[in-house]
């Protein structure tokens, strides 16, 4: 008999509760969800009030038999699955699947996990909460709904095995709206002035910058003709007290941000690492929106600053969450144990726990106290000023702990002390000078920008962030990628106070712009799905449509609104427009006419193929077949002009002879390949098709022979088709189409003819894994 069962949803933190409950207690992991909504009929009685139909997944049947005998033996079941509507519903999941009593079952939360917090968890039991469960299944049927219609309907009018999702084809909206506010931005260039005084007697300099921006060349020719002989005066001087403020405790998107920012992390990756740090007990539940820390939390922090810092660093704050939708009074992410700074543990979990401890404490800091100065001096023949800016500070308070970044691609430059002035005394310019610049669009967004205008929109909760952004990667509907800028003439005009009667020099300086990092682009097949859906379901894409959604979960895990009525509602509309569009709309391969070919006149078109973004020339209906042709990486249908789609033309192209037989370079399914004795060869990412030359060709045939030499191991001219070979993996046999793993015990290499066969003769045979359409 066990007196009390605790189920939790993971080993990690089973392994961190086992340590504080005595031999009373046994502890155990669900390992996630035990069961999820069936995949055949949709998994949804629609006809029935939205009735779920659940089944216990093949990988889970194990590991419930066990709960199942377990907890028919405990005399108390205590499940301590998470505090939010996910957990509850697994909570739900478990009681359903285990067949639980009622009266057997105490359900517990706490959103750390130490001592305390669980038996203080245990003195204060709570039955299963339905209405958090109904928030969490409500999600996942309309989810459910919305992916298993737009899907199959995506599949016949725009490309096979795409799908659709309520809230990741809105993140995606968000990412091409931006792209194409990018490409339609119109760059202008303007004149940016900024001088260099000598200060009286001391002869230091002083920068200064005008405060007007010039939009015409001549504009700013005309400005330093007239600064040329001007006389220059301080015409005033303005200090202020100023103070920085530290940003709240981390929330699930701050941290999220902060972490991409600071530390390199992608979203999936902080979560996956948070999660690590929850479950052996050093952090705070990580899936949260407020912002609050508990008493103690404050407390703790308090004596951490006033030990380490003095008090006058100590500034005790409450913060209130500002977050559109806000949910769950959870608290904010913190340390567990505030007095720790560190922790043992891999570099990722080190870096994140020192963030979220800095963060924390700063927190509860005083502000930083700064001194603003604004010089503000005079041109005698014009009525522009120049104005030098700078900033000292008088007191670091919070700073001394962290500073918050941006997502700002180029930072204001750090503004220091100015050298000691006076008003109305005279200063000479040693040099001024106008430089070329350009306005920019808006920025791409990074993962952490994107995460950050979701909650701005109220799209998404905390703990579908992470998932989202990666499903739109997974299905590459988006791609991340880091891309080169390029280059730009500038004009720098400069007049010199050694020379005033010189001409106003004039050089032309090449920079870089326009590089990516880590920046979020979305693929043609995203823009047409886009495209598609915003042409249909409007409502769908539309921003607060997808946050109404949230606050009607809001409200039904409030018990406020009934789960099934507030499906319904939307489930008949949607229901009739996925029909009306598959039987009215017309196929989507975001199709563009780009011209003629000049050669033969036939038009030249580029759209979505079977195996992604292609040309075509020609029309169906020719007599002579139409030709197609693969886009290059890093193309795209909606920026493809009819000269770059004439050049995929030109392949597959004859680069010679080698070896007496030809050598051809074309694109194919997997990108550019040389092609030599019916075998293909991958060109590298530096070699373009429509340049690579024999030579180039014959290396890389070469060094592919080398690499197929260098696989096989063994061959047995009894049976030509068996094989010993390296793989990415280590050694294997290879026979008949099937790979076999060889034992640690054999030597790959000394392996006999026969030693091989027993080794197949003794594999069994795999399950099929073919799936059904």
Known sequence: MIENLVIVESPAKAKTIERFLGKEFVVKSSFGHVRDLAKKNLGIDVNNEFKPEYI?????????????????????????????????????????VLNLDEKKIKRIVFHEITKDAILKAIENPRSIDTNLVNAQQARRVLDRLVGFELSPLLWKKVKPSLSAGRVQSVAVKLIVEREREIKAFDSKSFYKVSGQFFTPGENQLLKAELSKKFNAVEEAEQFLEKCRDSEFLVNSIEKKPGKKSPAAPFTTSTLQQEASRKLGFSVAQTMAVAQRLYESGLITYMRTDSVNLSGLAISTASEEIKSSFGDNYLKIRKYKTKAKGAQEAHEAIRPTYISNRTIDGKSQEKRLYELIW?????????????????????????????????????????????????????????????????????LQYKSI??????????????????????????????????????????????????????????????????????????????????????????????????????????????????????????????????WAKMIGTFYGPFHKKVDDTMETSEKSKGEKILGDDPATGKPISVKIGRFGPMVQMGEADDEEKPRFASLLKGQSIETLTLEQALDLFKLPRSLGQYEDLEVTVAIGRFGPYAKHNNKFYSLQKEDDPHTVTLERAIELIGIKRVEEKNRIILEYKDEPGLLVLNGKYGPYIAFNKKNYKIPKSKTPAELTLEECKEII???????????KK
Do not use: C
Not at 69 to 80: F, G, R
Not at 396 to 408: A, N, P, R, W
Not at 496 to 512: M, P, Q, R, V, Y
């Open 56 to 96: 216990v997944s093949v990988d889970k049947k194990k590991i419930v038999k066990e709960l199942k005998d377990l907890a028919k033996k405990a005399t108390t079941v205590w499940i301590a699955s998470d505090e939010d509507r996910e957990g509850e519903a697994i909570a739900w999941h478990l009681q359903e």
């Open 358 to 426: 800095k963060r924390t404490i700063a927190s509860q800091m005083s502000d930083a106290l700064l001194e603003r100065t604004n010089i503000n001096i005079s041109i005698s023949k014009s009525s522009e000023h120049f104005i030098a800016s700078g900033e000292v500070l008088i007191f670091d308070g919070f700073l001394k702990v962290y500073i918050e970044s941006t997502d700002d691609d180029i930072e204001e430059e750090a503004k220091g002390l100015l050298p000691p002035m006076k008003e109305n005394a005279p």
């Open 433 to 562: 000078e106008a430089t070329e610049r350009f306005t920019s669009p808006s920025a791409r967004y990074t993962e952490a920008s994107l995460v950050k205008k979701m909650e701005e929109l109220g799209i998404g909760r905390p703990s579908t962030y992470a998932p989202t952004i990666s499903t739109i990667q997974n299905r590459e509907y988006v791609i991340k990628e880091t891309r080169e800028g390029l280059q730009r003439e500038i004009t720098i005009l400069t007049i010199s106070g050694d020379n005033t009667d010189s001409a106003i020099g004039k050089k032309l300086k090449k920079e870089n712009f326009g590089s990516e990092k880590s920046k979020l682009f979305p693929t043609d097949i995203g823009s047409i799905v886009n495209d598609f859906l915003q042409q249909h379901f409007v409502d769908i894409m539309n921003y607060n449509f997808t946050a109404s959604v949230e606050k009607e979960f809001d409200e039904i895990a409030a018990g406020k609104t009934d």
């Open 761 to 771: 003769e003794k594999t069994p045979d795999k399950p099929s894994r073919k799936r």
